[in-house]
Antibody, heavy 117, light 109 residues
């Protein structure tokens, strides 16, 4: 079975930083792109960032460029989203997603992030 | 950045058929957009129903099907069940980036 288990998240002040992690199992992690998607409660889904299987390619939605970084450690089957200069509008549930164009997408359980003073 | 559009809400009768669509502001949706369809129920993470336009996961009920129709991606539900009431999200690929539609709230009533 495929599992994507997330950790991190919580309450942070505006301008602060937070790191989200996800640990994957049940599939060859180093073969798949990984993504982060967020959802403001009661609203739709927004793709945030993606990283290629070997980390050589990274893409971000315009609203987080220069503030968020995405990384992975294939030796630990883990992915990360480093969020800096956080704003109130970054408040959302963040999902780690195995998303690879031609295969089933698997979602983590979600990590709530609240940016508030 | 592209804008992906879905019907905000639809209603279907139990046992009925309904088609949800996913439109791209950049032109016709093709297989090159690698359309996904996700189902999300309150308090839960989304789960994949359809990937690569029309492929199903083992957990996808047979009553769901994906296709391209009229320049859009489409999700058809044939024989709606009460448990199909949920939010449905489409997702399209644009050269390394992804864009979600706004979601369709499907009511079975």
């Amino acid at each position: 079975d495929v599992y994507v288990v997330q950790s991190g998240g919580g309450l942070v002040q505006p301008g602060g930083s937070l790191r989200l992690s996800c640990a994957a199992s049940g599939f060859p992690f180093s073969h798949y792109w990984m993504n982060w998607v967020r959802q403001v409660p009661g609203k739709g889904l927004e793709w945030v960032a993606s990283i290629s299987h070997d980390g050589s390619e990274k893409y971000f939605v315009d609203s987080v460029k220069g503030r968020f970084t995405i990384s992975r450690d294939n030796t630990k089957d883990s992915g990360y989203l480093q969020m800096n200069s956080l704003r109130a509008e970054d408040t959302a549930v963040y999902y780690c997603v195995r998303l690879d164009w031609t295969d089933v997408a698997y979602w983590g359980q979600g990590s709530p992030v609240t940016v508030s003073s | 950045q592209a804008v992906v559009t879905q019907e905000p809400s639809l209603t279907v009768s139990p046992g009925g058929t309904v088609t949800l669509t996913c439109d791209s502001s950049t032109g016709a949706v093709t297989s090159g957009h690698h359309p996904y369809w996700f189902q999300q129920k309150p308090g839960q993470a989304p789960r994949t129903l359809i990937y690569a336009t029309s492929k199903k996961h083992s957990w996808t009920p047979a009553r769901f099907s994906g296709s391209l129709f009229g320049g859009k991606a489409a999700l058809t539900l044939s024989g709606a069940q009460p448990e199909d009431e949920a939010e449905y999200h489409c997702l399209l690929s644009y050269s390394g980036a992804w864009v979600f539609g706004g979601g369709t709230k499907l009511t079975v009533l």
